[in-house]
């Protein structure tokens, strides 16, 4: 058993010892909100936790906790015949003041392939939905948000697919929208299922939009995260700080993927 443990990649090892001495001191350390304008990525695995119950209420609750000024989510709606949204979004409003971004032409569903976004305050300026290529259904939103903090801040909110071919075409595939559009901070988020930062990861793609990644942070599966399958990354350096994995006794439960959050310097953005 020692012998397959040291055979493991050294950051999976290393990510597990550090999420057991999370875990011993969790009844005594309570999930910080950083300071500031927060953004956070959430697969909500449609609303089915760890312990395979459907509970849309508990998953309501984990949002409430992060408490973000702006949330992409995945997953969040049924995903076989017609998309429905399995989330009570007018009574999420009413609560945490999250309004979710309309997309035109969806019906029943709350996003666009699963993807919704929502945000406290600001206005909503454009909204591109754009299917993924690849051989299962995927999608990403593009939204240009005008923040009432100030400033004007793109988000690409994706889930990209299971194929390790299927995710190049993804991001190779985003890299060439932002090539369409004027150049300005734009944050990219969500589940991008890759882990690997290897010659065959998708993530290069986006190196020469982005720039140097930020450090992986793991979170799924959720009870013992080790794989860093959601990403927050910018391409202004400097335009977010600390990101982290919100992990509480009930995002453990919740989904099979930890939240991810992290700062937003509202002063990169200028005007």
């Given amino acids: 058993m020692h012998a397959r443990n040291n055979n493991l990649p050294a950051s999976i090892l290393a990510s597990i010892r550090n999420h057991r001495k999370r875990v011993e001191v969790a009844h005594v350390s309570p999930i910080f909100r950083p300071e500031g304008t927060l ?5 909500v695995h449609k609303c089915v936790g760890n312990d395979r119950r459907f509970d849309p209420e508990r998953t309501s609750r984990v949002i409430h906790e992060i408490d973000a000024d702006v949330i992409a989510l995945q997953e969040a709606d049924t995903r076989f015949g017609e998309r429905t949204g399995i989330l009570d979004l007018p009574r999420l409003e009413r609560e945490s003041g999250l309004v979710p971004v309309p997309i035109s032409g969806v019906n029943k569903a709350h996003g666009w392939h699963g993807n919704v976004v ?7 300026r454009d909204v591109h939905p754009l299917k993924l290529p690849g051989l299962e259904p995927r999608g990403a939103l593009v939204v240009e948000l005008e923040l009432k903090q100030g400033g004007t801040l793109r988000i690409i909110a994706a889930h990209f697919g299971l194929l390790r071919r299927s995710r190049a075409q993804q991001a190779k ?8 559009r ?5 944050i990219l988020l969500g589940d991008l299922n890759e882990w690997r930062l290897g010659n065959g990861s998708s993530l290069n793609t986006f190196r020469d939009a982005f720039g140097t990644l930020p450090p992986a942070v793991p979170s799924f599966p959720s009870g013992l995260p080790v794989l860093a399958l959601d990403r927050i990354i910018s391409n202004r350096e400097g335009l977010i700080e600390n990101v982290t994995a919100h992990d509480s006794a009930l995002s453990r439960i919740a989904s099979d993927h930890l939240p991810l959050k992290a700062a937003i310097r509202t002063d990169v953005l200028g005007g």
């Fill in 118 to 124: 929502l945000f406290k305050e600001g206005s909503v």
């Fill in 39 to 43: 953004i956070a990525s959430y697969n």
């Fill in 182 to 186: 004027d150049e300005q901070p734009t």
């Fill in 173 to 180: 595939a985003l890299v060439e929208l932002l090539n369409t």
